[in-house]
C-alpha cells in the first residue's frame, strides 16, 4: 500500500535527551515537511525539504533538526534545545505537477516530556 | 504575511442535517490555493476539498461543497446529508502559489464538529 509511516505513535523524551521521530513515504513524493500541532492551534511548519539533500526551516525551527539524505525519508529529531517538545507532530509529503499541489499526511507521532 | 480564520471553535448539526463550517483568509495574493482537512478523533489529517482561486466554480466532493468567495476572502465549507463519521476537528488551510518556492500551509485553529444522532 502506498503512504506516508510515522514512527512510533508514543514517545517519551526524558530532559536533556534528544529524540527523533521517523517519516517514510513510499508515494514518489518530491517535497516532505513537519508540523507541529498544539491544542487549540492550527499546525504549524517546523521544517520542509523540497528535494533530496535539502531543506528550510519553518516558523518554528529552533530545537529541531532534519536531514534528507533519501527521497522516502524525513526525519526529525527534538534536541535538548526545545524547550517545549510536547505536542502531536505530523509528517507530510507532496508533489507537484504543473503547479497542481496538495499535501498528505502520516498518521503522527504524540510526544511527551518525563 | 497570510492568516487563515475559522471563528467557530465548535459546531453541532443533527445527523442528516446540513452544517457550514466558515474559513476567512488574508492575503495579498492574486493565485492561491484553499484547503479543507477533516482530523477525525485518530488524529490523521484526511484531506477533505481542494479549491484553485483562479477558479470561479465552487469545488464539490459528495457530500462536501465550498462557498468561494474571492473579493470577500470568505471560504466556508457546506457538508450536507451529514453523518456520524463526519465528527471530526475541520481545519481550513491556505497555500500561495510559489511557483516553486515554499508551498506552506497555513493553517485556521480548527472547528470541532460534533455529529447529533
Known amino acids: 500500500d502506498g503512504g506516508i509511516t510515522q514512527s512510533p505513535k508514543y514517545l517519551f523524551r526524558k530532559e536533556g535527551q534528544n529524540v527523533t521521530l521517523s517519516c517514510e513515504q513510499n508515494?514518489?513524493?518530491?517535497?516532505m515537511y513537519w508540523y507541529r500541532q498544539d491544542p487549540g492551534q492550527g499546525l504549524r511548519l517546523i521544517y520542509y525539504?523540497?528535494?533530496?539533500?535539502?531543506?528550510q526551516k519553518g516558523d518554528i525551527a529552533e530545537g529541531y533538526s532534519v536531514s534528507r539524505e533519501k527521497k522516502e525519508s524525513f526525519p526529525l529529531t527534538v534536541t535538548s534545545a526545545q524547550k517545549n517538545p510536547t505536542a502531536f507532530y505530523l509528517c507530510a509529503s507532496s508533489i507537484d505537477r504543473d503547479g497542481q499541489e496538495t499535501q498528505y499526511f502520516g498518521p503522527g507521532t504524540r510526544l511527551l516530556v518525563l | 504575511a497570510q492568516t487563515v480564520t475559522q471563528s467557530q471553535p465548535e459546531m453541532s448539526v443533527q445527523e442528516a442535517e446540513t452544517v457550514t463550517l466558515s474559513c476567512t483568509y488574508d492575503t495579498s495574493e492574486s493565485d492561491y490555493y484553499l484547503f479543507w482537512y477533516k482530523q477525525p478523533p485518530s488524529r490523521q489529517m484526511i484531506l477533505v476539498i481542494r479549491q484553485e482561486a483562479y477558479k470561479q466554480q465552487n469545488a464539490t466532493e459528495n457530500r462536501f461543497s465550498v462557498n468561494f468567495q474571492k473579493a470577500a476572502k470568505s471560504f466556508s465549507l457546506k457538508i450536507s446529508d451529514s453523518q456520524l463519521g463526519d465528527a471530526a476537528m475541520y481545519f481550513c488551510a491556505y497555500r500561495g502559489y510559489s511557483g516553486g518556492a515554499t508551498n506552506k500551509l497555513i493553517f485556521g485553529t480548527g472547528t470541532l464538529l460534533a455529529v447529533q444522532p
Open positions: 525539504s523540497q528535494i533530496v539533500n535539502d531543506f
Open positions: 508515494l514518489n513524493h518530491d517535497a
